[in-house]
């Protein structure tokens, strides 16, 4: 059986651990190197035995750690072609040649599962999401900052076992915080960050396709709380006819989980 569990996740850093059989990679390392390393210790892992880290765009808060832990680690940095085009240096010059290109609609291939790439819409140079195939026949994919659902993205999480999806903000919350206009305006947007009630919207959709495990992830700390961000998905369950037992609905937060 697949773990996928979120180390990190807010607007200040994100990172996730996945691991099946013998194989533990990394989706993002948006934290420092450090706090990596203890949050893979405190789940009985360490970053010794870390194949591999995808990275879903080039923002600070997922890439934070990629320099100093491909000095520390020989591990292969799976990037895609805008985001690492974005970098002040070549990615190679900046990660010790640890780069590997990787666009959406390729496949990669581990030890025991493929991971399909797709495209997600946000306001960077470049930004995927991640599709994963166990031998065993699970499934799991993870979507975040993302300004909206699109067809592409909804293929990749419809029938996964386990999804990690973007509920970043409440509407109201974000109209009426301290954000300035200009910033509110590029979260609200379709290349910003996915909202609570969106999120809401799709989650009753991928329980009726066979999800079993919705992990609620990249919360802002302004424009939400967990309360607010489960009540909304579990509000929009429960009026499809959903109880906690076809689903089990959690909270990503910004430290383990």
């Known amino acids: 059986m697949f773990k996928a569990i979120p180390l990190f996740s807010s607007s200040s850093g994100n990172c996730v651990y996945v691991q099946y059989n013998d194989e533990e990679i990394l ?59 974005s970098f002040y240096c070549h990615p190679d010059e900046l990660f010790c040649g640890h780069v590997i290109i990787a666009n959406p609609g390729e496949t990669l291939t581990f030890g025991g599962f493929d991971v399909d790439i797709f495209a997600t819409p946000h306001d960077s140079a470049g930004s995927v999401g991640y599709h994963f195939t166990f031998s065993d026949g699970n499934r799991f994919a993870l979507a975040t900052d993302i300004g909206h659902l699109t067809d592409d993205i909804k293929k990749h999480l ?28 590029r979260i609200l947007s379709d290349r910003g960050h996915l909202s609570n009630e969106a999120c809401a919207q799709f989650v009753p959709q991928l329980v009726e396709s066979g999800t079993k495990k919705i992990v609620l992830a990249h919360l802002s700390k302004e424009n939400n709380t967990p309360a607010l961000a489960y009540q909304t998905s579990a509000e929009a369950l429960a009026l499809a006819g959903f109880t906690p037992d076809d689903v089990k609905l959690t909270i990503a937060m910004c430290s383990i989980i």
């Open 27 to 85: 989706i993002d390392a948006g934290v420092s190197y450090k706090r990596i390393c203890a949050a893979l210790t405190s789940i009985g892992s360490d970053i010794s035995r870390i194949k591999a880290v995808l990275v879903t765009h080039e923002h600070s808060d997922h890439v934070q750690a990629l320099d100093v832990l491909s000095k520390h680690a020989d591990i292969p940095i799976y990037i895609n072609s805008g985001s690492a085009d």
């Open 158 to 185: 419809l029938g996964c076992s386990q999804v990690i999806l973007e509920s970043n903000h409440d509407i109201k919350k974000l109209k009426n915080g301290p954000y300035p206009y200009p910033l509110k305006q």
